[in-house]
């Protein structure tokens, strides 16, 4: 899931990757990818396609940084996405996998969240994958426009802590990555406990 | 070796072959072609781009447009061979109509004047073509603010404060070398256009007392389109404001 506060945007996610028979494959995924010192993804469904899209979307960043001369607008890379997602889909070789993009650039801070069938929408605040439902559940209570970095890390956090609670798909630990107009950092674990102690 | 000397060789018959002094005779013979057209001229000011230039008047025939839009926030004007010239403002339009599919967004000023760059220059290294007899002005305002770019028949890009290229433009470029400056206002960098093009259409009357042809001469407002490019969109100046301001510099403007 991602939000947006005051400056910037927050990206959380579980670390369960799991298959439908039940079985969980990893406990120790990171589900949330920087893309560039300024956006970030966050991944659900197949893992496979996910990772493809991470590596060719950061190389992608770098080539419009080099012919540009400036950074991509989160925009940008959430609708040249989706025109590669629609057109897997249209080719009978669909990406399955649902993609939240975040970021901040001179427009500010914004997210994007991403199906396989192409489609782009914005909000303030996004969650995606099994555990979404939960998720938003605490979200739509509890998310308020411009919030500072630090509520904004404990709303994401327990967002994902009640998925966790109640969803099958969804535990065994939080990542959370903050991107401000400074920069992109990925909080530690002990930081990450700190604020569920709370 | 002279230039005589190449043509006498045959290095001047394609693109696709150096002469031996490394230049490629074809593309300064497109330089030729487009310097031959009516003079066009853009000036980049703090707050927005002027892109203007003459137009051919005829009791017989209709104004040509010379000045086109290629997006909400981008502009383009051509000197030269003018059908060579419909066939970039196709392509600029197709380019800049390309980056709103695939990013949602406006093209930058620049990567739209790469992009068609890399189109002439295309023209350059094969055989059985001849390079666009023309040079393409792109004045824009992008993410940076208001920007301008000219590109030759070569394909080289040039970013520009001031430029003008036509008919007398050596004369005109003395003007504004004189006159430039980057902290220039919106309304000198209009006067200082106006007077360019001023300038050219008295060069070209000069002329035109020895050698009548089917055009108009003398110096009219008529002849003269501007517009204006800001963070608002491209703007025509009107007729009347261009009348005002050849009158202000003492011209008469029938």
């Known amino acids: 899931m991602a939000l947006k506060y005051s400056d910037g945007v ?3 996610a579980d670390r369960r990757v ?3 028979t039940g079985l969980v494959v990893s406990r120790t995924y990171t589900k949330i990818v920087p893309l ?4 970030a993804i966050t991944v659900s469904g197949l893992v496979a396609d996910a990772q493809k899209i991470s590596e060719f979307l950061t190389a992608r960043i770098k080539k419009f940084e080099l012919e540009r001369r400036r950074k991509p607008l989160i925009k ?5 996405l989706s025109l590669v997602m629609h057109n897997h889909l249209k080719s009978y070789m669909p990406l399955i996998t649902h993609i939240i993009v975040g970021g901040v650039d001179v427009r500010g801070p914004h997210i994007f969240f991403l199906d396989d069938a192409g489609s782009v929408v914005e909000d303030d605040f996004l969650s995606s994958g099994s555990g979404s439902p939960i998720a938003y559940g605490y979200l739509e209570a509890a998310y308020r426009e411009g919030m500072s970095e630090e509520e904004a890390i404990r709303t994401a956090i327990y967002a994902i802590n009640s998925a966790i609670m109640r969803d099958v798909a969804t535990g065994d630990g939080i990542d959370v990555v903050v991107i401000s107009p400074k920069g992109l950092r990925k909080l530690s674990d002990e930081e990450v406990k700190k604020y569920l102690r709370r | 070796m002279s230039r005589f000397g190449d043509q006498a060789v045959g290095y001047d018959k394609t693109t696709s072959m150096f002469s031996p002094d490394g230049r490629i005779i074809q593309l300064e013979y497109a330089r030729v072609a487009m310097r031959r057209g009516l003079l066009t001229i853009a000036i980049v000011t703090k707050e927005a781009v002027i892109l203007g230039g003459l137009i051919p008047l005829s009791k017989l025939l209709l104004p040509a447009e010379k000045i086109y839009q290629i997006d909400d926030h981008i502009a383009a004007a051509y000197a030269g061979y003018t059908a060579d010239g419909r066939v970039l403002i196709n392509k600029a339009r197709d380019i800049a109509y390309q980056n709103r599919l695939i990013f949602g967004e406006e093209i930058d000023v620049y990567t739209l004047a790469e992009e068609l760059s890399d189109y002439m220059q295309q023209y350059t290294q094969y055989g059985g073509v001849r390079p666009f007899g023309v040079g393409i002005f792109i004045g824009g305002y992008d993410i940076y603010g208001p920007r301008a770019v000219f590109v030759d028949p070569g394909g080289t890009i040039f970013g520009i404060r001031a ?10 470029i003395k003007l504004l070398k004189e006159r430039y400056d980057p902290e220039i206002s919106y309304d000198d960098a209009l006067k200082l256009a106006v007077e360019g093009l001023v300038l050219a259409m008295k060069e070209e009357d000069k002329r035109k007392e020895k050698k009548k042809t089917e055009y108009e001469s003398g110096v009219s407002h008529e002849r003269v389109l501007i517009v204006r490019i800001d963070k608002e969109g491209v703007k025509r100046i009107p007729e009347d404001d261009i009348k005002k301001i050849i009158e202000s510099l003492g011209g008469d403007s029938e």
């Open chain 1, 18 to 20: 799991s298959i439908n």
């Open chain 2, 163 to 172: 430029y003008c290229v036509g008919r007398d433009d050596e004369k005109v």
């Open chain 1, 10 to 12: 927050v990206l959380a």
């Open chain 1, 36 to 39: 560039a010192d300024f956006v």
């Open chain 1, 76 to 80: 940008e890379i959430s609708r040249y």
